[in-house]
């Protein structure tokens, strides 16, 4: 018999999240994560894609792909450590050395994977990390299975990180002490201040952690938020997505030699899962190519942003602090805001509401995410349709 205390639980909970605008419901695509998505029969123009560059759908990914399911299968078949190692991920990591321009580099099922791995590799009860308040999920989760003293510091608050970082190393209670930033903030489109934090990591011989999910493949000519400043022999770990502007799956961590063959005896989800699929590695390998031959969809990636982002400003919406082509439109009130989400589907752009937990409650957003993919003929219906429903919800005041 199944326990009521559980149905109890499940039933009051959803209902509370469901009452105060915190219920997240899933559509499913029936369509490749394009510029335009088909849900529920309903062509919508997308601007919740983390698909930066458009290659989740792109030809010569799809080919490499099916290229390799035909000699290797669909599965690695095994751990990396086992038997499950192809050289395709071989291969695959050697590209993404050469692409982060570091000396080795370690593939990961997914970008979550890198971060519970990655740390927890490193870092135990006996040392400390600094992490930036608005850190991703992934960051926290990680942080907390290391049993580190965890220290959050004011979001890219530089005075606080210093003075945080300074009493942690003086109270001599740390053998070691790791500050982790994202690269690019995801749901406000700003940028870490990656210079002032190497500058005191050197000061205080902090290691250097940044997960670049967000930077990699938009800044830096591609190369990421480390390459953008200039600071690709100051940081210890480079994380990055193979799912983001990649347009696949899987994660990687980035690094000097001694730190990935570490990584490789010593991080959990790289030795107990299944390796990467083949198809998934052969795609991969070809959108770091295609990412390290030309710069052409950054430009075309930022030429978008810079459009979608002056006109949403142009009409009244508060698009926060960006500095990415990620652009928040922030709402506020979480049902007002999962109201405006919903009027913008019902009109044919597909912005999904951002609520608490993912950011701090009262601050609710639809994230806006144009890609290279997106024509300016898209960008400007969506305008338009943003300009039609802001005024009809009272968010912007209405033109005479």
Not at 277 to 283: E, K, Q, V
Not at 340 to 348: H, M, T, V
Request: with cysteine; net charge neutral.
């Amino acid at each position: 018999m199944a326990s009521k205390i559980l149905a109890n639980f499940l039933q009051e909970n959803l209902a509370d999240l469901k009452s105060k605008g915190l219920y997240n419901v899933i559509d499913p695509l029936r369509s490749s994560n394009g510029p335009i998505i088909n849900i529920a029969g309903k062509e919508l123009i997308n601007l919740s894609s983390n698909n930066y560059l458009g290659l989740a759908a792109d030809p010569r990914l799809k080919a490499a792909a099916t290229d390799a399911i035909n000699k290797y299968g669909v599965g690695a078949g095994a751990v990396r450590t086992i038997n499950g190692t192809m050289e395709l991920h071989v291969k695959l990591e050697e590209k993404l050395a050469a692409f982060k321009h570091t000396e080795a580099a370690i593939v990961f099922q997914s970008g979550f994977n890198c971060n519970m791995g990655a740390i927890s590799a490193v870092m135990d009860k006996d040392d400390a990390i600094l992490s930036d308040e608005l850190n991703h999920a992934s960051i926290i989760d990680g942080c907390r299975l290391s049993k580190a003293k965890i220290i959050a510091y004011k979001h890219s608050d530089m005075t606080d990180l210093r003075t945080k970082a300074k009493q942690d190393k003086e109270s001599g209670l740390y053998k070691k002490i790791m500050v982790i930033t994202d690269g690019v903030f995801s749901m406000d489109g700003d940028i870490a201040k990656l210079p002032e934090i190497v500058e005191i990591a050197e000061e205080l011989d902090l290691i250097t952690y940044v997960d670049d999910a967000h930077g990699s493949g938009v800044l830096g000519e591609g190369a990421g938020t480390v390459k953008h400043f200039g600071l690709l022999d100051k940081i210890d770990f480079q994380i990055g997505t193979l799912s983001k502007a990649l347009g696949v799956v899987g994660g990687y961590v980035a690094g000097k030699k001694d730190l990935i063959d570490w990584l490789k005896v010593r991080s959990r989800p790289f030795l107990f899962s299944t390796a990467l699929t083949p198809g998934d590695a052969a795609a991969c390998i070809t959108a770091v190519d295609i990412l390290s031959s030309s710069t052409e969809l950054q430009h075309k990636l930022w030429e978008n942003g810079n459009y979608l982002k002056n006109g949403l400003k142009a009409l009244g919406f508060d698009i926060g602090a960006s500095q990415t082509p990620i652009t928040p439109c922030i709402i506020g009130e979480e049902n007002q805001t999962q109201q405006f989400s919903r009027r913008l589907y019902e009109n044919g752009v597909y912005a999904k509401a951002i609520v608490f937990p993912t950011v701090p409650r009262g601050t609710g957003r639809v994230r806006n995410m144009p890609t290279a993919a997106h024509t300016r003929e898209m960008l400007d219906n969506a305008l338009s349709i943003y300009e039609k429903v802001g005024i009809e919800m009272g968010i912007l005041k209405r033109a005479f």
